[in-house]
C-alpha cells in the first residue's frame, strides 16, 4: 500500500522558515515526478512546487517562487518543501503528491496539474501568524 507522509508543518510568524517533509513508502518513487500543492481555507488547491524524476528541473507557484525550494533525496525515498519568507496567506494545508510515472520528461504545465498525480498524502497544517 502506497503512503505518502507529511509533516514539518506547524506556527510560525511572518518571515519565518519551515522545512516540510514527504515521506514515501509503499512503492520507490525515486525516478518519479513529485509535487506539493496547498489548500487555504474557502480556496481550491493549488500549485506550490513540483520537481521532476531526475531532480535537474524544478517548478514553482508564482505566488511562491523565489521564497521556496523544492528538494528529493531518493534513497530516503522523501521530497522536502522549504519555505522562506513566509508570509500570512501561505497559511493552508500542505499535500505532497506523486505520480506513478518514471524516467519521463515532461513540460512544465505537466507539473502543475493536479490530475497528473497519482498519490496523495493525507497534508500537514502550516499557519503564519502576521
Known amino acids: 500500500q502506497v503512503q505518502l507522509v507529511e509533516s514539518g508543518g506547524g506556527l510560525v510568524q511572518a518571515g519565518g522558515s519551515l522545512r516540510l517533509s514527504c515521506a514515501a513508502s509503499?512503492?520507490?518513487?525515486?525516478?518519479?515526478?513529485m509535487g506539493w500543492f496547498r489548500q487555504a481555507p474557502g480556496k481550491e488547491r493549488e500549485f506550490v512546487a513540483a520537481i521532476n524524476w531526475s531532480g535537474d528541473r524544478t517548478y514553482y507557484g508564482d505566488s511562491v517562487k523565489g521564497r521556496v525550494t523544492i528538494s528529493r533525496d531518493d534513497a530516503m525515498n522523501t521530497v522536502y518543501l522549504q519555505m522562506n519568507s513566509l508570509k500570512p496567506e501561505d497559511t493552508a494545508v500542505y499535500y505532497c503528491?506523486?505520480?506513478?510515472?518514471?524516467?519521463?520528461?515532461?513540460?512544465?504545465?505537466?507539473?502543475?496539474?493536479?490530475?497528473?498525480?497519482?498519490?496523495w498524502g493525507q497534508g500537514t497544517q502550516v499557519t503564519v501568524s502576521s
Open positions: 509503499g512503492r520507490s518513487f525515486s525516478r518519479s515526478p
Open positions: 503528491a506523486a505520480d506513478r510515472t518514471r524516467g519521463t520528461y515532461y513540460s512544465g504545465d505537466y507539473y502543475r496539474d493536479q490530475s497528473k498525480y497519482d498519490y
